[in-house]
């Protein structure tokens, strides 16, 4: 069953959406804010997104712009704006589609529908020397089969340092990748959450994980 984040400021509207797609057959998870939406997306991680582009405190632009920056995980993106400048700065975002407001529920169950149909399995992000492998999109790490618990955020940095075997990330860019939604983190951040990632890989393992400090550079998994 595929799982869809709707995330809009207007009740009326988003009510009525959800409960067509819920007659679809689909699980939607609801929210009225780009926080929560935000919230939403990184415990449950859906299929798809659909999210009004002004919403209140975290817009809806910067609420594409994170989804974008951890997955690629489709995300429409609906606004009342016409202009063909606001259009073209959603897809700049990366947004998926754009659909201007108003629309029909029936209309944009049948994008999301369309949609659907071309979102591919997941992709595993595997060592398999190491017996390692995440799942992006359930957020699931395991290691020889058997279940690695780890923080979101231990998580998103495991993620990126597999996605990208070998890249030396810089302190600045994890946390600019990871730590979007927190404000006030410093590169000790970063070092005390590696540190503690790497000390579960190397009690799972039984063994010295993969992750290495490039030491004035930043962080890299080496494969």
């Given at each position: 069953m595929?799982?869809?984040?709707?995330?809009?400021?207007?009740?009326?509207l988003?009510?009525?959406?959800?409960?067509?797609l819920?007659?679809?057959g689909?699980?939607?998870d609801?929210?009225?804010?780009?926080?929560?939406?935000?919230?939403?997306?990184?415990l449950h991680?859906?299929?798809?997104?659909?999210?009004?582009?002004?919403?209140?405190?975290l817009?809806?632009?910067?609420?594409?712009?994170r989804?974008?920056g951890?997955?690629?995980?489709?995300?429409?993106?609906?606004?009342?704006?016409?202009?063909?400048?606001?259009?073209?700065?959603?897809?700049?975002?990366?947004?998926d589609?754009?659909v201007?407001?108003?629309y029909?529920?029936?209309?944009m169950?049948?994008?999301?529908?369309?949609?659907?149909?071309?979102?591919?399995?997941?992709?595993?992000?595997?060592?398999r020397a190491?017996g390692?492998?995440?799942?992006?999109?359930?957020?699931?790490?395991?290691?020889?089969?058997?279940v690695?618990?780890l923080?979101?955020?231990?998580?998103?940095l495991?993620?990126?340092f597999?996605?990208?075997?070998?890249?030396v990330?810089s302190?600045?860019?994890?946390?600019?990748?990871?730590?979007?939604?927190?404000?006030?983190?410093?590169?000790?951040?970063?070092?005390?959450?590696?540190?503690?990632?790497?000390?579960k890989?190397?009690?799972?393992?039984?063994?010295?994980?993969s992750?290495?400090?490039i030491?004035?550079?930043?962080?890299?998994?080496?494969?």
């Amino acid at each position: 069953m595929h799982r869809i984040l709707l995330v809009e400021d207007e009740a009326p509207l988003r009510e009525a959406l959800a409960a067509y797609l819920r007659r679809e057959g689909l699980t939607v998870d609801e929210a009225d804010d780009g926080e929560t939406g935000w919230r939403l997306f990184r415990l449950h991680t859906p299929d798809l997104v659909v999210l009004d582009r002004k919403l209140p405190g975290l817009s809806g632009e910067e609420l594409c712009r994170r989804i974008k920056g951890l997955s690629k995980v489709p995300v429409l993106v609906a606004t009342s704006m016409i202009q063909e400048e606001a259009v073209l700065e959603g897809f700049a975002l990366g947004a998926d589609d754009y659909v201007r407001k108003p629309y029909s529920v029936r209309e944009m169950t049948a994008r999301v529908q369309a949609r659907l149909r071309q979102v591919r399995p997941s992709r595993l992000l595997e060592d398999r020397a190491k017996g390692l492998s995440l799942d992006p999109e359930a957020r699931t790490a395991q290691l020889a089969g058997a279940v690695l618990a780890l923080t979101p955020h231990e998580f998103d940095l495991l993620a990126l340092f597999l996605g990208r075997p070998d890249q030396v990330f810089s302190r600045q860019e994890l946390l600019e990748k990871v730590w979007v939604d927190t404000l006030e983190v410093s590169d000790r951040t970063v070092d005390a959450h590696v540190k503690n990632l790497r000390a579960k890989l190397k009690t799972a393992l039984g063994d010295e994980p993969s992750l290495v400090t490039i030491y004035g550079r930043g962080y890299r998994w080496t494969v």
